[in-house]
């Protein structure tokens, strides 16, 4: 469109950024670019992404490491209320599926060029989640 053209942007390069939720949000994009089960209707669309700039955004929504729970936030309850609306025994594969750290587990090679920034005071998203 013209806005593309007016800041001399190419359309066909999409980085994804955020902070905090965004910043789990955009880890999510780049790591399930063009999954087709994921795009119902839309599965013939390019969900590619060129970059990922993500700021602070926690990434083991499954807390594997138990910091969650540490600092006293039920996790699996914010994500059963606000999201998933299925206790996590119930719907185990969903709560997998929001968590990037489940994602990164299982891939061989960045699926684009990321960039991640962590603080080591924040305590709801530290570099352990």
């Not at 807390?63 to 006293?72: A, V």
Request: charged content about 20%; some cysteine; hydrophobic content about 35%.
């Amino acid at each position: 469109g013209p806005g593309g053209e007016l800041y001399n942007m190419d359309p066909n390069t999409i980085v994804v950024t955020g902070d905090s939720a965004g910043g789990h949000l955009a880890q999510l994009l780049a790591l399930t670019m063009d999954r087709k089960d994921l795009q119902p209707g839309f599965e013939q669309a390019d969900t590619s992404v060129q970059g990922c700039c993500e700021f602070f955004g926690p990434q083991d929504m499954m807390d594997t490491n138990g910091h969650f729970n540490e600092i006293g936030v039920d996790i699996n309850g914010l994500l059963e209320f606000f999201l998933i609306q299925k206790p996590k025994g119930e719907a185990r594969e969903l709560y997998e599926l929001v968590s990037p750290f489940e994602h990164i587990k299982s891939i061989t090679e960045s699926p684009c060029p990321w960039m991640g920034m962590q603080g080591n005071r924040d305590g709801l998203a530290p570099v352990e989640s």
